[in-house]
């Protein structure tokens, strides 16, 4: 990595720290000025790199764009509160989109860097376990609850992510595996917090996930 993207990428911590703490304090202002600072000091990070590919890196930068999106829906429409009003989940439906926008460029730029059989294999049987153990429970959830119509969207959304994870693990890249992975684990833990059981703990354990997620996959350009 490049001295400039080191600085960068502690910058981008400090960020993510008072994320956390701004979920772990539910103080609104810190959350709002350290949530898209964070993404957007990984977006920096990717810029600054000394990429191994530069069209990997710039579908991965698609990809943080989009996320970035994502993040300020998210915020706004409370990404894990399991009741909500319409507008509510009207910037939820946003955040949605746009994450999974992101996703489609992760699993190009991944595709980009280049895929082995036998890890994409093992990354397909890791996914396809997580559905039937995790992904099912909550799109169930969502088709008992209160919005029952977002049931189509969410298991779309999971089958986007799914399709990432099994390409990190095809790159046979440890950090796109282990990024892509707390990607799924921090979308699961939003399904679950909003559609299944509300954990009081869930809310800084998304944001954390989340942040190990991205981090390692724009690390993985290196």
């Known amino acids: 990595m490049t001295g400039l993207a080191w600085v960068l990428l502690a910058v981008t911590g400090v960020f993510a720290v008072g994320d956390w703490v701004s979920r772990a304090t539910e103080n609104r202002r810190l959350e709002f000025l350290c949530k898209p600072a964070t993404t957007i000091g990984l977006l920096a990070v990717a810029l600054a790199l000394d990429p191994a590919d530069a069209t990997t890196r710039t579908w991965f930068v698609v990809a943080l764009v989009f996320s970035l999106g994502g993040d300020v829906a998210l915020m706004i429409g409370g990404d894990a509160e399991p009741e909500s009003d319409t507008n509510d989940e009207l910037w939820f439906m946003l955040g949605l989109g746009s994450f999974l926008i992101g996703h489609l460029a992760y699993i190009v730029g991944l595709i980009t860097a280049g895929i082995e059989g036998g890890p994409l294999a093992v990354g397909i049987v890791v996914v396809l ?94």
């Open 129 to 222: 376990v997580a559905m039937a153990v995790v992904g099912r429970r909550v799109v169930n959830g969502v088709r008992t609850g209160d919005e029952p119509a977002l049931a189509v969207p969410v298991a779309a959304y999971m089958t986007v992510i799914s399709v990432m994870v099994a390409c990190a693990f095809g790159t046979a890249s440890a950090l796109a595996i282990v990024g892509a992975s707390f990607f799924y684990l921090s979308d699961a833990l939003i399904g679950w917090n909003k559609f299944v059981k509300l954990y009081a703990w869930g809310s800084v354990a998304i944001m954390v996930t989340y942040h190990l997620a991205q981090a390692g996959l724009v690390l993985s350009l290196t």
